[in-house]
């Protein structure tokens, strides 16, 4: 294995439209744990575009429409652009079909978990009145033992106001708040399919390099 080698890492959004929102956060996390990251839509066929990459980042983003898993509408939403949805979860059956790596970041996770199959809270105020606030600050989190980042009590940054509710087909909680909400997820028997809910790429802290650096790993050893 070529430790000097950069995997390319394609993080989604639309591009044209200026998303995601502070893309060089994203870039530059990618490129201190030793990758190349290239931003990508829906202009390049999705199976040439699954070939060429060594990992997927799905960032952050809008609200994902109760639709998708089974629910109305019941709490005002920022729904995410269609075309992205759409472009993300046909790319993600891709990668998912030859077991590359993938991290999924705030609106990332949600999108991940409800591909296959789970829930969100529509909004954790409205749903989870006991709950603390997640759309602003800071707040902890408890991680569990795990191969992919640091585990152990840690601060991270509060930027949400869905959360997951139902875990998808094969997945398992990695993380959870004070509160009981889920802040992380895993693919088992995956190589590297992780979710976080907060926003690693714009904490720059030790705790946080990790989880981009298992990730580089992860799609270096899986070339």
Request: with cysteine; hydrophobic share 40%.
């Amino acid at each position: 294995m070529n430790k000097a080698r950069r995997p390319s890492i394609g993080i989604t959004g639309l591009p044209h439209k200026g998303l995601p929102k502070n893309r060089k956060n994203y870039s530059d996390a990618v490129v201190l744990a030793g990758g190349r990251a290239s931003f990508i839509s829906a202009d390049e066929e999705i199976l040439r575009l699954s070939s060429r990459l060594d990992g997927l980042i799905i960032p952050g983003g809008g609200d994902l429409p109760p639709s998708l898993y089974g629910e109305t509408s019941r709490f005002p939403a920022k729904v995410e652009c269609p075309e992205r949805i759409d472009f993300e979860f046909l790319l993600l059956h891709a990668i998912i079909k030859i077991k590359k790596p993938v991290l999924g970041i705030c609106y990332g996770m949600q999108l991940m978990n409800v591909f296959l199959g789970g829930s969100l809270y529509q909004d954790i105020e409205g749903q989870l009145p006991e709950a603390h606030r997640h759309t602003e600050g800071e707040h902890l989190v408890e991680v569990g033992m795990n191969p992919h980042m640091t585990s152990g009590c840690r601060v991270v940054n509060s930027s949400h106001h869905q959360a997951v509710r139902k875990l998808g087909t094969g997945l398992d909680c990695l993380a959870r708040s004070r509160d009981g909400v889920i802040e992380a997820l895993v693919l088992r028997d995956y190589g590297f399919f992780v979710g976080v809910q907060w926003h690693p790429e714009r904490m720059r802290d030790a705790s946080s390099a990790v989880i981009f650096t298992a990730f580089i790993e992860a799609c270096r050893a899986c070339k």
